[in-house]
C-alpha cells in the first residue's frame, strides 16, 4: 500500500508563486539516488553522519552496515537518525531528507527482496544476496540491514527557484 503524506509548502523559505513538490517527485529521487548520507546520534549525543548506497523499496528506504560501525553501535542505541540524498548544485535538483527510525530488518522474504533491488540498483559492485540461512551478504560480508520508514520528508526544490516542502506522514492519511 502506498503511503500519502500531508503536504505543505514554507513560504518563508520558498520563491513567490512555488509550488509544492509532489511526494512522487521525491520518491523518484529516492529511488534514482545512488549515494544517500545517514545522521545518527552517538550515545554520548554527539551526531555522527556517513555516506552509503541504499535502495527505496515498498514506501521505505533500506541500507546496511556492518554491526561493528559506529552507527550499527548508535542505532542499537536509539534508532531515530535521518538520511538525505539530493543535488549539490545551489540552482538544481532537489535535495530531500527523510526524518525517521532506523528498524533492523530479520524478515528473510524482506531481505531477498531488497538484495534482489540492490544487486539490480548497483550491479556487481555492491551486489547482494540472502541464503537459505536467511543472512543477507554482500562480497563475503554479513551486515544488519535497516529499514527507514519516514515520519516525515523535506524536499529543498532549486529549479526556477527555490521550494521548501513538507511532507508529513504522522497526520497525513495512510
Not at 53 to 73: C, H, I, M, N, R
Not at 147 to 173: I, N, Y
Request: net charge negative.
Amino acid at each position: 500500500m502506498v503511503r500519502t503524506p500531508e503536504t505543505t509548502i514554507d513560504p518563508r523559505y520558498s520563491s513567490d508563486n512555488a509550488r509544492p513538490t509532489p511526494w512522487q517527485d521525491a520518491v523518484a529521487g529516492l529511488g534514482t539516488a545512488e549515494l544517500y548520507w545517514v545522521s545518527t546520534v552517538r550515545p554520548d549525543g554527539r551526531p555522527h553522519v556517513t555516506p552509503v548506497v541504499g535502495v527505496w523499496l515498498d514506501d521505505a528506504f533500506y541500507f546496511s552496515t556492518g554491526p561493528e560501525e559506529q552507527k550499527a553501535k548508535n542505532l542499537a542505541a536509539g534508532p531515530h537518525c535521518a538520511v538525505t540524498t539530493g543535488c549539490n548544485r545551489w540552482n538544481e535538483g532537489l535535495d530531500i531528507v527523510l526524518h525517521g527510525d532506523a528498524v533492523q530488518v530479520r524478515d528473510r522474504e524482506v531481505l531477498r527482496r531488497v538484495a534482489g533491488a540492490h544487486t539490480a540498483k548497483y550491479g556487481s559492485a555492491w551486489a547482494a544476496e540472502v541464503g537459505d540461512d536467511g543472512v543477507f551478504r554482500m562480497h563475503g560480508h554479513e551486515p544488519l540491514v535497516y529499514e527507514v520508514v519516514p515520519a516525515q520528508a523535506l524536499g529543498f526544490g532549486k529549479t526556477e527557484g527555490f521550494s521548501h516542502t513538507r511532507w508529513d506522514f504522522t497526520t497525513g492519511p495512510d
